[in-house]
């Protein structure tokens, strides 16, 4: 990237202060809820999670201290707006850099460059719902595959969801034993 990241995170201000302070979104704020297309698309030229991306995908990098310095600079305007490009950061964009498949990472990134595309992270079990130290989800190796043993819960945001993946990092219990 040619902008230096304190260059970006000001012209993205920069953007969040006008689109917040439009006469007609403030007109019509609360009206409903999540956060407006208008807002996500007023934002789209700024591309914010670019700043969770490796730089060998397109993005910004994914380094912690500017990832929060976004976060913060959207928070000062919008906190649902700062909660959901947390989610999409931490729980989705994070992760698939750390620990996804090399293969598959450009398809993945690909998207929220390009599309502006959001993720996130479904963890659940009927019986414990988000409770994470309480599912009991293991894999047990079969041949050369691995097979999922227990019950999951999987939804989509508003059906708009495109990836899922359910990933035990290897250990053989999942959640609390």
Partial sequence: MTESFKEYLHHYGNKLRQIFSDPGFQETEGEQRGIPREVLEGLAATKPSSVSIPEAYGGRGGKPAEILSL?????????????????????????????????????????????????????????????????????KRKDSDYKIVGKKTLGRIKRKGRLLADDCQGRKKCGRT
């Fill in 71 to 139: 976060l913060e600079t959207t928070s000062y305007e919008s906190l649902p707006l700062s909660l959901l490009l947390g989610i999409n950061g931490a729980l989705f964009l994070e992760p698939v850099a750390k620990y996804g498949e090399e293969r598959l990472k450009d398809e993945i990134f690909r998207p929220f460059l390009k599309n502006n595309s959001l993720g996130g992270l479904m963890i659940t079990e009927p019986d414990y719902g988000t409770d994470a130290l309480a599912m009991r989800t293991s894999w």
